[in-house]
């Protein structure tokens, strides 16, 4: 057996560490925006080059109240990749604003930067690209259409914690960044969680105040906010984790390069490609195949775990059915979206079950 994913063994390593700081947390008695928060929002500032970090509930909730703190709101559009999961239409959806797709590259599957400049109105406020598996997206491009149409770049990080563009960490490449931290995403917390980075001191009080209730004071508020805190277990449990986050990262990219190696002789397969100025940090090593289910289920028979990442997109959804984009109008994610199989990854991976792995795919590849 293989699994997809293996938590209990990546943090195996750590865990007398995350025992002792829930000890700690259980002994203060302070469970909400508390010691455990500030220490870890200061050092997930500092780990990603910004001023500052606001620990959120959630990774949609970090898109949110980025977008709503930005000022983003009813009768604004918002661009978003067609390829992504439903969170990041669904924050831009809360805000009152409407998200706004446009295609994605077949060799990465992040926003095509080529194209945003089409689907760019006299209401587009802002944008959300996705660093999606881990990939940074095109931000030079990206940034340069958003300063020359006076936009707004929100990113989601949520699968992108370490990932570098250009020598710099993603979550400080537009005004502001979400990320999650759901257990299975590189820096994991033991439930729910998100934050959002940023350089802008106003944007990061917005946040704070949105995250709860509106108020900045006990029942003086000042804006329709939420209830989104960021708890002490689980901002003590990341803080435990985020020193070891970039050996993680440097594990997950020798799994990928060993995947890459192993597979490349075959024809049927489509493997990730990187671009040059990305270092990736591969929180999904996704391949392609015209018959991926056949895939998944001959692994499955080998007692291999596989996984289908977004396989009905956002357009598609019942809850976007009525927007205006319907079959067809979004090509290459819709082929992507029947196309992809997502293979083990993860920290406590070892390379003899990549080889496993890899010599099953082989063996039991449909023809393309």
Known sequence: MVPFVDLGAA?????????????????????LLG??????????????????????????????????????????????????????????????????????????????????????????????????????????MIDEIAAAHDLLVIEDAAQAHGATHRDRRVGGLGV????????????????DAGAVTTDDDALAEKVRLLRNYGMRAKYEVEEVGVNSRLGEVQAAALGVKLPYLDGWNRTRSELADRYRSSLAGSEALTLPEVEGWADPVWHLFVVNHPDRDACGAALRNRGIETM?????????????????????????????????????????????????????????LPPA
């Not at 990774?59 to 661009?79: K, M, Q, T």
């Not at 502001?176 to 439930?191: C, D, E, I």
């Not at 357009?315 to 979004?330: E, F, N, V």
């Open 176 to 191: 502001a960044a979400a990320f999650s931290f759901y257990p299975s995403k590189n820096l994991g917390a033991v439930g």
């Open 11 to 31: 943090q195996a390593e750590i865990e007398p560490e995350l025992n002792a700081a829930l000890m700690r947390v259980t002994a203060s008695g302070r469970y």
């Open 308 to 364: 289908v990442h977004y396989p009905v997109l956002p357009h598609l959804s019942k809850a976007y059915l009525d927007h205006g984009w319907p079959p067809g109008s979004l090509p290459v994610a819709e082929r992507l979206a029947g196309s992809t199989l997502s293979l083990p990854m993860y920290p406590g991976l070892t390379g003899e079950q990549v080889e496993t792995v890899a010599a099953a795919v082989l063996e039991t």
């Open 35 to 140: 010691a455990e928060l500030e220490r870890f929002e200061q050092e997930f500032a500092a780990y990603c080059g910004t001023r500052h970090c606001v620990g959120v509930a959630s990774g949609l909730s970090a898109i949110e109240l980025a977008l709503r703190a930005a000022g983003i709101g009813s009768g604004d559009e918002v661009i978003v990749p067609a390829y992504t999961f439903i969170a990041t239409w669904l924050a831009v959806s809360r805000t009152g604003a409407k998200p706004v797709p446009v295609d994605v590259r077949q060799s990465t599957y992040n926003i095509d930067a080529r194209q945003i400049a089409d689907a760019i109105t006299p209401r587009t406020a802002a944008m959300v690209p996705v660093h999606l598996r881990g990939e940074p997206a095109e931000m030079d």
